[in-house]
């Protein structure tokens, strides 16, 4: 059994009600449902954070260093454009993790599409709304097994 962890960035709280013709109308809440689903059927741990705040972020993974995670996902929202901040203390956890995005980002505003995590990132999924979740997830679970 491994644990795996979910951190989502600024404004994902507001998933289903902000922008649905960007970032679809499921709300993180179901989101995370369906994600811990998937988890308990192949016997994994699931769990999530969602802060707006960038310091509960990086305190997350601080503790995720120690505590046994195996694998994140993460959708760091605003700050995948802004955070050096973020992207060490990513980098110090020495976790793998995949980025995900509901939107995507290569066709959207030019400051968008410079993600200070994908080239440390096991992979990236973008545009393909919520199910980019689950398809990380199902990545994650092939990455584990082998």
Same mark, same amino acid.
Request: charged share 20%.
């Given at each position: 059994m491994a644990s795996i962890l979910a951190l989502h %960035? !600024? +404004?994902? +709280?507001?998933? %289903?009600? #902000? &922008? !649905? $013709? @960007?970032?679809g109308s499921d709300t993180l809440d179901n989101i995370n449902q369906r994600l811990l689903e998937q988890c308990s059927e192949? %016997? $994994?741990e699931y769990s999530h954070l969602q802060s707006n705040a960038e310091s509960e972020l990086v305190d997350r993974l601080h503790l995720a260093r120690i505590d046994g995670t195996a694998f994140i996902i993460v959708n760091f929202g605003g700050f995948t454009h802004t955070?050096?901040?973020? #992207?060490?203390? @990513?980098l110090a956890a020495e976790i793998p993790f995949i980025e995900v995005h509901l939107s995507n980002l290569h066709a959207r &505003? &030019?400051?968008r599409r410079k993600s200070y995590f994908a080239d440390i990132a096991v992979g990236s999924i973008v545009g393909l709304g919520a199910q980019g979740y689950e398809l990380a997830l199902e990545a994650i679970f092939r990455k584990l097994s082998i």
């Open positions: %960035g !600024p +404004n994902l +709280n507001l998933l %289903g009600t #902000r &922008e !649905p $013709h @960007i970032y192949v %016997g $994994h955070s050096v901040t973020l #992207r060490d203390a @990513i &505003e &030019e400051f």
